[in-house]
């Protein structure tokens, strides 16, 4: 199975400032169709999770524009350009360039 | 706008099948490209992929479950149902229910784009 590892897997933030969260695969994520299969989920407190971005860098609809995803092959990046308030919760980075999808440990962001 | 809904026992016995249906409401089940999954959340812990399911039965299950799984669909009423044999109390999780969409090798992808609010599954005599 890929695993995948991410840090910090705590990041107090202040209102206004930036994050970034680090996700690592142990294998390249790229698929032999140019894509890396690497997804973001946030799981706001007592709420299922949902989708932030997908393929590494697409925001999914309805995802402010201050998150931002990059990397490629086994070292990937979520950025919060601005964190506001409502973006606390648990961070997950997720692979699916086969299966058995694995998700990283997730990174708990909290406001200062 | 999809909808998914996880219903289903909240407390299992040990040795006992775990049973959990999802319903599917704002989309066909039988649309082409969507997977219908399960991914599990054991208590204070991290997320685990579990299975999906085609339209069409085919299933692509996680190893680590080895031969305890199996999936089913029901498109007569956009359904589709996760059993989970021989469970334990490791085995108690927030099970949630999932769409996923990957089409085309590929090239069509958004992953799990929507989720059921979950259920609470506890295995304990």
Redesign the interface.
Known sequence: DIVMTQSPLSLPVTPGEPASISCRSSQSLL?S?G?N?L?W?LQKPGQ????LI??TSIR??GVPDRFSGSGSGTDFTLKISRVEAEDVGIY?C?H?LR????????TKLEIK | QVHLQESGPGLVQPSQTLSLTCTVSGVSIISGGYYWSWIRQLPGK????IAYVYYNGDT?????FKNRLSMSVDTSKNQFSLHLKFVTAADSAVY?CAQYY?NN???E?????N????ALVTVSS
């Open positions: 698929h169709n894509y299969y997804d989920y299922s999770p949902h989708l997908y393929l999914a609809s997950f997720m699916s299966t058995p999808h694995t998700f990283g440990q997730g | 991290g997320l685990e992929w692509y299950s996680n190893p680590s949630y990957y090798n590929g090239l992808y958004i992953g799990f784009d989720w059921g609010q979950g």
